[in-house]
């Protein structure tokens, strides 16, 4: 790429930039994205150097359970107390999810990986052998997670290919599960217990 073309494409960037500061501030139409400048081949294996946990979300759409596999979690807030997760724009669950409103996030345990392979999976009874019992939200708590976060959908909001959708968190608990199931590096991983 010749410098004069680098420095266009930087430009163009920088141009789309402060304009989406500028959307930011006030209503209008959204600008177009900046031209990408990282492809998404490198973008997944630089990023893949970031271990992550593993969660399963979870509702009750009228009798029948619901789910799928995420690993684009976090803690938002401390007060009030909230969460966030990414689901993908092309999950066929999410929309489901969505319009339950209340939602059980199960932090996986370490042996869960091939339930987490399951729910991250379309079209199958992601349920067919999965124990659970229900939240006071209703939501299912996947049994032997290591932990169950109870939440209600406050916001979402425009991610790419994928949605972030905030959780105002109504209830906690601790499960019986242990260590945590992680990613990292395109593989599930496990903490070793240092003695």
């Known amino acids: ?7 266009d494409r930087a430009d163009r960037a920088d141009r ?15 600008p177009e994205p900046p031209a ?6 490198t973008f997944r294996e630089v990023l893949s150097h970031f271990a ?5 979300v979870t509702a009750l759409a009228g009798d029948r359970p619901v789910g799928l596999t995420c690993q684009s979690f976090t803690a ?3 007060d009030p107390p909230m969460i966030l997760f990414c689901p993908a724009r092309t999950s066929t669950s999410w929309p489901v999810l969505a319009g339950c409103g209340r939602l059980c996030v199960n932090i996986l345990s370490a042996d869960q990986h091939e339930i987490s392979n399951g729910f991250a999976r379309s079209g199958a009874d992601k349920f067919a052998g999965v124990a659970w019992t229900p939240l006071s939200n209703g939501a299912p708590a996947l049994e032997r997670a290591a932990a169950h976060i109870g939440v209600r959908i406050a916001e979402v909001y425009d991610g790419g290919d994928h949605h972030i959708v905030t959780c105002h968190v109504e209830s906690l608990r601790a499960g019986e599960g242990g ?7 395109s593989e599930y991983r496990h903490l070793r217990h240092q003695d």
Do not use: E, F, K, N
């Open 1 to 7: 790429m010749t410098a004069q073309r680098a420095a």
């Open 76 to 78: 938002l807030s401390l």
């Open 52 to 56: 992550t946990g593993v969660v399963i």
């Open 36 to 41: 990408t400048l990282v492809d998404a081949a």
């Open 16 to 30: 789309a930039d402060r304009a989406d500061r500028t959307d930011r501030a006030g209503p209008g139409p959204r």
């Open 179 to 185: 260590a945590p199931l992680l990613y990292y590096r």
